[in-house]
């Protein structure tokens, strides 16, 4: 049974800094991509970052965070992170972490996806002030 579960959420001032953690257990995350996501209220879901699985090609970011945020993984803890620098009021969100059945190495628009991902985490709130 595959269990993702986020930390590191909180509250911020613009400007500021938080790096979740997705900790995940029942198989290794090395073998298969993963993403995060978020969903701000009144709005639907929406791509953030993913990192294709270890012997992939490497990682996407939507535009809106591009140079701000920055995914990774550490595959002997089974943790994937975001780095999230220069956060804005925008980014607030609750933020949610997911893990791909499918093999995916190459950067690619599935992975912007959330139907290409099976599991999800619960999620963590991020709460940006101005």
């Known amino acids: 049974q595959v269990q993702l579960v986020e930390s590191g959420g909180g509250l911020v001032q613009a400007g500021g800094s938080l790096r979740l953690s997705c900790a995940a257990s029942?198989?290794?995350?090395?073998?298969?991509?993963m993403g995060w996501f978020r969903q701000a209220p009144g709005k639907e879901r929406e791509f953030v970052a993913a990192?294709?699985?270890?012997?992939?090609?490497?990682?996407d970011y939507a535009d809106s965070v591009k140079g701000r945020f920055t995914i990774s993984r550490d595959n002997p803890k089974n943790t994937v992170y975001l780095q999230m620098n220069s956060l804005k009021p925008e980014d607030t969100a609750v933020y949610y972490c997911?893990?791909?059945?499918?093999?995916?190495?190459?950067?690619?628009?599935?992975?912007?996806?959330?139907?290409?991902?099976?599991?999800w985490g619960q999620g963590t709130q991020v709460t940006v002030s101005s």
């Open positions: 997911a893990e791909t059945v499918i093999p995916i190495g190459d950067v690619e628009s599935r992975l912007r996806n959330g139907r290409t991902y099976a599991y």
């Open positions: 029942g198989r290794p995350i090395r073998f298969y991509p």
């Open positions: 990192i294709t699985w270890s012997g992939g090609t490497g990682t």
